[in-house]
């Protein structure tokens, strides 16, 4: 499956810190044999990834829509479309379908979320469903 993940306040606190997990939820998804994607509405974002070390687990980067989604990815022509998307803005989870993550704003060692959304990606790639709170089933015919 193609993951498409966001950066600000997904992966990244506002002070450019990386959300605890990270690492593991990478891992795992990719190990299981699944894509992951990074796009972010500011533009590609390796960099980021790099200075991280996530990158060697990172599929490809592209920009992220903004709005009108399904339209938008359309039109860019990505060579794969997403299965799932993780971000802090459920707009986009609800076009597609994924997990919607509460905003990292600030670095907090203490937060767990990105183990909720690798078991949630797992759980839907294994099953078609996952029992995870915010986690949005893709619509019929969409994702």
């Keep these: 499956m193609n993951f498409f993940i966001d950066v600000d306040y997904t992966l990244i606190s506002a002070n450019g810190a990386l959300r605890p997990h990270a690492d593991t939820l990478f891992s795992r998804v990719t190990e ?7 796009w972010s509405g500011v533009g590609i974002r390796k960099y980021e990834m790099t200075r991280h070390r996530i990158d060697p687990m990172v599929t490809d980067y592209f920009e992220k829509p903004t709005a009108d989604y399904r339209a938008a ?9 997403p299965d799932l998307v993780v971000d802090d803005h459920e707009e986009i989870v609800h076009e597609f379908g994924g997990v919607v993550v509460r905003p990292y704003f600030f670095a907090d060692d203490d937060d767990k979320e990105l183990l909720n959304v690798a078991n949630a990606l797992l759980d839907y790639a294994n099953s078609g469903s996952s029992s995870f709170v915010r986690f949005v089933s893709p619509r019929n015919g969409a994702g």
């Design 32 to 38: 299981a044999g699944h894509a992951m994607y990074i």
């Design 73 to 81: 990815v359309e039109r860019a022509d990505l060579p794969v479309s």
